[in-house]
């Protein structure tokens, strides 16, 4: 099992920056490929950016390419998303997953999952 726990979450105006964080216990993070999705209200469950066992390699939804950057750091168990330059369409649930093996592969690989952190966007 693996526990993932997200944080750094609020409110923020149009333009500004978060930074999220999801912390990871149990099995050994760094066995697992790390993927942050969200969910906007009535829509379905979105694919954002994930990032290889060792950081080595990253995926971006075109939507946040550019804007958005993936990171971690296995030594304290944390994988990170830091997002600029937001907009009220960024506003969203954001989780936290774990895949395991090194690679991201899609969503349904994903084993294990947060609770959620809100992101709001206002203008």
């Known amino acids: 099992q693996v526990q993932l726990v997200e944080s750094g979450g609020g409110l923020v105006q149009a333009g500004g920056s978060l930074r999220l964080s999801c912390a990871a216990s149990?099995?050994?993070?760094?066995?697992?490929?790390m993927g942050w999705f969200r969910q906007a209200p009535g829509k379905e469950r979105e694919f954002v950016a994930a990032?290889?066992?060792?950081?080595?390699?990253?995926y971006y939804a075109d939507s946040v390419k550019g804007r958005f950057t993936i990171s971690r750091d296995n030594a304290k168990n944390t994988v990170y998303l830091q997002m600029n330059s937001l907009n009220p369409e960024d506003t969203a649930v954001y989780y936290c997953?774990?895949?395991?093996?090194?690679?991201?592969?899609?969503?349904?690989?994903?084993?294990?999952w947060g609770k959620g952190t809100l992101v709001t966007v206002s203008l």
């Open positions: 990032i290889s066992w060792s950081g080595g390699s990253t």
């Open positions: 997953a774990a895949a395991p093996g090194a690679f991201y592969t899609d969503m349904l690989g994903m084993r294990y």
């Open positions: 149990g099995r050994p993070f760094s066995n697992y490929a």
